[in-house]
T-cell receptor, first 115, second 113 residues
Framework: GENVEQHPSTLSVQEGDSAVIKCTYSDSASNYFPWYKQELGKRPQLIIDIRSNVGEKKDQRIAVTLNKTAKHFSLHITETQPEDSAVYFCAASKKESGGYQKVTFGTGTKLQVIP | KAGVTQTPRYLIKTRGQQVTLSCSPISGHRSVSWYQQTPGQGLQFLFEYFSETQRNKGNFPGRFSGRQFSNSRSEMNVSTLELGDSALYLC????????????FGPGTRLTVL
């Protein structure tokens, strides 16, 4: 089955600096790669996603890159702010027979932005 | 649209008891997945239901079971509770065919004493 590895497990950056979180996946059939942000005491929420036919996607200060050949994808946050502090989860998803999506999550990265 | 709801939000049980958690997906969503979240362990996949059938199962013992009803609501049951079962249990729903995004509920915080 799919295996998703996520690094680092914790990350501290100064406010204004950039943060990068990396994930690798094992199943080449995976075609959808979402990133979720979970603030303390709250539920995970989707912040950005990328499909396998795209190499990069950007949304304001957040960007995701995908390298299908190497089977890795990364989340980039620029000009970090204290409100970016949270746990970030990557995931890899593929369509199974019957039409449903199988999603495998990474182990999470706790990002701390120091003011 | 109302979001994913889970009941109860908090639960305290003792070892050996059993517990049933409930998840109501977003209206129209047919896929429901369950996850266990413990500090430092990320999101551990329990199982996924689609159209009342279990489609995927994670690496959890048989004490963990679930089901889905015709209205897509899902329940998760844990029998013979152990201290290590203390965790936040999250469910997530997805329309499956039109979108890959999973919408998470607020979770049920289970404490086993």
């Amino acid at each position: 089955g799919e295996n998703v590895e996520q690094h680092p497990s914790t990350l501290s950056v100064q406010e204004g600096d950039s943060a990068v979180i990396k994930c690798t996946y094992s199943d080449s059939a995976s075609n959808y790669f979402p990133w979720y942000k979970q603030e303390l005491g709250k539920r995970p929420q989707l912040i950005i996603d990328i499909r396998s036919n795209v190499g990069e996607k950007k949304d304001q200060r957040i960007a995701v890159t995908l390298n299908k050949t190497a089977k890795h994808f990364s989340l980039h946050i620029t000009e970090t702010q204290p409100e970016d502090s949270a746990v970030y989860f990557c995931a890899a998803s593929k369509k199974e027979s019957g039409g449903y999506q199988k999603v495998t999550f990474g182990t999470g990265t706790k990002l701390q932005v120091i003011p | 649209k109302a979001g994913v709801t889970q009941t109860p939000r908090y639960l305290i049980k003792t070892r050996g008891q059993q517990v049933t958690l409930s998840c109501s997906p977003i209206s129209g969503h047919r896929s429901v997945s369950w996850y266990q979240q413990t500090p430092g362990q990320g999101l551990q996949f329990l199982f996924e239901y689609f159209s009342e059938t279990q489609r995927n199962k994670g690496n959890f013992p048989g004490r963990f079971s679930g089901r889905q009803f015709s209205n897509s609501r899902s329940e998760m049951n844990v029998s013979t509770l152990e201290l290590g079962d203390s965790a936040l249990y999250l469910c997530a729903s997805s329309p499956t065919y039109s979108s890959n995004e999973q919408f998470f509920g607020p979770g049920t915080r289970l404490t086993v004493l």
